[in-house]
Each structure stands twice: as C-alpha cells, then as structure tokens.
C-alpha cells in the first residue's frame, strides 16, 4: 500500500500548531521539524447489494448457538452399556440397588454427598444406582435473565462426567415414571476390577 503525499494545506497547518507549542527539551537543537507521517489509508468497502423493498433477503441470518436442554443431552448421550440391558433400564424393569434422596439440599450439600455415595456404591459392587435431584421448584424472579428450573437437576449429570465420579459411572440415563421419571437418574457403575 502506497503513502500519500501531504497536501500544502495540511503542511501548513501543521506548521502553526508545531509553532505554538513549547520545546520538551529546549537544549536540544531540533532544526526543522519532521513531517508527520501519514496514516495507511483504508481500502473502501464493496458497495452493498440493491434491495429493492419487497424483495427477499438472499442470505438467511445465523441462528442462536443455544446448547440443548440437560434431558436432551441425557438422552442424546451415546449408549455405552449393553444395548438389551438398557432397554429393559428405560422400561423400568431393572430394579436400582441403592438410592440418594437430594431433595432439599444446596449444591455446596450434594455434590460431595453425590461423590460419597456413587464411590461408595460402586465398591460395594452396585451396578444401578438411583439418584433422586426433584424436578425443582418453578420460580420467577421477574429479571432480564431466566433461571433454570431444577438446579440439582442439571448439576448432578455435569458432576458425574467430571472426576472423580467419570471414571465410575458407565451410563446416565433419566429414570423410569415409577423410580421418579425427570426428577431422577439412573446412574449405570462400571465394575471394579
């Protein structure tokens, strides 16, 4: 990209203003001052498209980036334990060998209960296991923000993909209408060896 040249005009403005200013070192001698350089120009941008009005727009807008919801994401999870297993699991015809009531905890209360428990059931050589978060109570504060219902419901499948419990749990899936339906999960546990 070239430089341009100062116009005479611009030249001699600035003149005046370097003339009206005092010397930060006066004992040096500067003899004339230096031009200042010019700024790279920009390159103009492509002229937009003609719309006439009652045309269709030719580009569609992006979308929203927004994650799918935790049931969805449950539900979506690839299967990682036996395929006939896991469908008698949703049918409801496994039985859960041990169960954990969340209700009425903060998160600073269940999650360290959630790590005790899944790690203890698993070395006691538990398969299924039941973990009871409630639907969560439906609150609005009024605010620009919406809160998510259930907050133990969504926490609990994070922290049990997160270590320590990743490492015991095979399979998370939400629990059958007579264990709890979507206020429960089951919790698959990967044998010890």
């Avoid at 200042?36 to 980036?65: I, Q, S, W, Y």
């Avoid at 790690?119 to 609005?140: E, F, I």
Wanted: aromatic letters at 4%.
């Amino acid at each position: 990209m070239s430089r341009r040249r100062l116009r005479p005009d611009e030249v001699e403005l600035w003149r005046k203003v370097a003339d009206t200013t005092h010397k930060l070192h006066p004992e040096r001698n500067a003899g004339d001052l230096p031009l200042p350089k010019p700024k790279p120009m920009k390159p103009a941008r492509a002229p937009a498209e003609r719309f006439t009005l009652g045309e269709k727009a030719n580009g569609r807008a992006p979308g929203h980036d927004v994650q799918a919801g935790m049931r969805d994401r449950v539900a979506s999870a690839p299967l990682q334990m036996d395929k006939k297993a896991f469908g008698r699991l949703k049918r409801g015809k496994m039985v859960p060998e041990g169960k954990l009531d969340l209700h009425g905890m903060t998160m600073n209360q269940a999650h360290p209960a959630l790590t005790r428990f899944i790690l203890s059931a698993q070395a006691t050589g538990k398969r299924l296991v039941l973990v009871v978060t409630g639907k969560g109570k439906h609150r609005d504060d009024g605010g620009p923000i919406p809160t998510r219902l259930g907050v133990l419901r969504h926490n609990v499948p994070h922290w049990l993909a997160q270590p320590p419990l990743a490492q015991a749990v095979l399979q998370i899936s939400e629990a059958h209408l007579k264990h709890g339906g979507g206020g429960a999960y089951y919790v698959y546990l990967r044998r010890t060896r």
